[in-house]
């Protein structure tokens, strides 16, 4: 089975603090997805990943960078927390592009700035 | 910008009854759809996918495309109290999927 992990289930940090959420899959998978999910907003795709050091921004990247550096993980970087940050994060790995691909997500990390 | 939309409910149906959820997507180069579900307080786990139009069945499920009208569907026939979630639709734009808002599906039995 395929296993996406988050480093963290819960976390609260101070406005202004530069956070980091860590990502984890152990299929080998190419595509890795930064996603954040807001009640009426639904799932927003922050940043994605289709190889080691490649990144692409999605829908709202402002406010956030991503780091690659080993095939296995995939971290997104708040670099100064606002209050607007506040939702759920979601990890997903995808191995491919291909149709018929599975794409799979982490446990989620429900991020609280104060 | 590429759109996925779902009624976002909720949608009440009986125990032992078919539901059906639908979603539109605005890309007509859409090729593959996905239906997810999850629970309150969970990530969404894939129920199945679709990519050919016609239909496709696994189970309770069957998903329905429609390329033609841009349309995807979902019926769960009996229905059970189980199902109740949110059933999230996503279309794959290139690499990554862009997922619909959801629809609540509350089963009473």
């Known amino acids: 089975d395929v296993k996406v992990t988050q480093s963290s289930r819960y976390l609260v940090k101070r406005t202004g603090e530069k956070v980091f959420l860590e990502c984890v899959q152990d299929?080998?998978?190419?595509?890795m997805f930064w996603y954040r999910q807001d009640p009426g907003l639904g799932l927003r795709l922050i940043y994605f990943?289709?190889?080691?050091?490649?990144?692409e921004k999605g829908d709202i990247p402002e406010g956030y960078s991503v780091s690659r550096e080993k095939k296995e993980r995939f971290s997104l970087i708040l670099e100064s927390a606002s209050t607007n940050q506040t939702s759920m994060y979601l990890c997903?790995?995808?191995?491919?592009?291909?149709?018929?691909?599975?794409?799979?997500f982490g446990p989620g990390t429900r991020l609280t700035v104060l | 910008q590429k759109e996925v939309e779902q009624n976002s409910g909720p949608l009440s149906v009986p125990e032992g009854a078919i539901a059906s959820l639908n979603c539109t997507y605005s890309d007509r180069g859409s090729q593959s759809f996905f239906w997810y579900r999850q629970y309150s307080g969970k990530s969404p786990e894939l129920i199945m996918f679709i990519y050919s139009n016609g239909d496709k069945e696994d189970g309770r499920f069957t998903a329905q495309l429609n390329k033609a009208s841009q349309y995807v569907s979902l019926l769960i026939r009996d229905s059970q109290p189980s199902d109740s979630a949110t059933y999230l639709c996503a279309v794959q734009a290139g690499t990554a999927l862009i997922f619909g808002k959801g629809t609540t599906l509350s089963v009473s039995s």
């Open positions: 990943s289709y190889d080691v050091k490649m990144k």
């Open positions: 299929m080998d998978h190419e595509n």
């Open positions: 997903a790995s995808r191995k491919t592009r291909a149709l018929t691909d599975t794409q799979y």
